[in-house]
């Protein structure tokens, strides 16, 4: 687990190495029909991994560190994709 900012939630999150993101994906329960009740487990164990009480189960897919490429060489926050030739966040080319 390692904070970063994320584009999508303008903040600093705890963001899930691949590891931790499987761990926490694992958890989710597809004999339940209620979409609430699936994620109910993942968004635990995600709370469990990184000490963050997540209520968006969409969250936890867009928080993974190898979705993100490297800081910014202009502002430092992390471009929005590992392929990224522009920062997202101040514009500045890579």
């Known amino acids: 687990m390692q904070l970063l900012w994320c584009w999508r939630c303008k903040c600093e999150v705890a963001m899930l190495d691949p590891a931790e993101f499987r761990q926490v994906l694992s958890k989710r329960d597809l004999t339940k029909h209620n979409l609430r009740e699936q994620f109910a487990d993942v968004l635990a164990e995600y709370e469990k991994v990184t000490g963050f009480k997540e ?5 936890v897919y867009h928080h993974e560190l190898a979705l993100y490429g490297p800081p910014c060489k ?15 966040s101040c514009m500045a080319p890579q």
Do not use: F, S, V
């Not at 209520?55 to 969250?59: G, K, L, R, S």
């Open 55 to 59: 209520t968006n189960p969409n969250a």
């Open 74 to 88: 202009h502002c430092g926050k992390p471009l929005r994709t590992p392929r990224a030739r522009l920062c997202g």
